[in-house]
Nanobody, 124 residues
Framework: QVQLVESGGGLVQAGGSLRLSCAAS????????MGWFRQAPGKEREFVAA????????VYADSVKGRFTISRDNAKNTVHLQMSSLKPEDTAVYYC?????????????????WGQGTQVTVSS
């Protein structure tokens, strides 16, 4: 069983930056592709970014490409999401997720373990 705990959310003005972190325990972290998702009120959970087990491959949603960067530290069992040039439409609860397969997926249904989420609010 893998436990995931997100941190780093908060309130930021448009154009600002935040760095989210996700700490994993209870599994072999380096074996799992990891993803970040977000869910705004009244909307479905959507893909933000994902990273391969080694960190050599990353994928991003078009809406965040060039503004967000996903990274991981397998020695510290953590994955990060650096968010820059934030926009009000980035406001959501952000979740990290672990996938026990070896393939990097965009679909939330492919992920097996989820954190509790951290709120990001971007004011205009």
């Amino acid at each position: 069983q893998v436990q995931l705990v997100e941190s780093g959310g908060g309130l930021v003005q448009a154009g600002g930056s935040l760095r989210l972190s996700c700490a994993a325990s209870g599994g072999t972290f380096s074996s799992y592709p990891m993803g970040w998702f977000r869910q705004a009120p009244g909307k479905e959970r959507e893909f933000v970014a994902a990273i391969s087990r080694s960190g050599s491959s990353t994928v991003y949603a078009d809406s965040v490409k060039g503004r967000f960067t996903i990274s991981r530290d397998n020695a510290k069992n953590t994955v990060h999401l650096q968010m820059s040039s934030l926009k009000p439409e980035d406001t959501a609860v952000y979740y990290c997720a672990a996938d026990v397969s070896i393939v990097v997926h965009r679909s939330p249904t492919a992920y097996d373990y989820w954190g509790q989420g951290t709120q990001v609010t971007v004011s205009s």
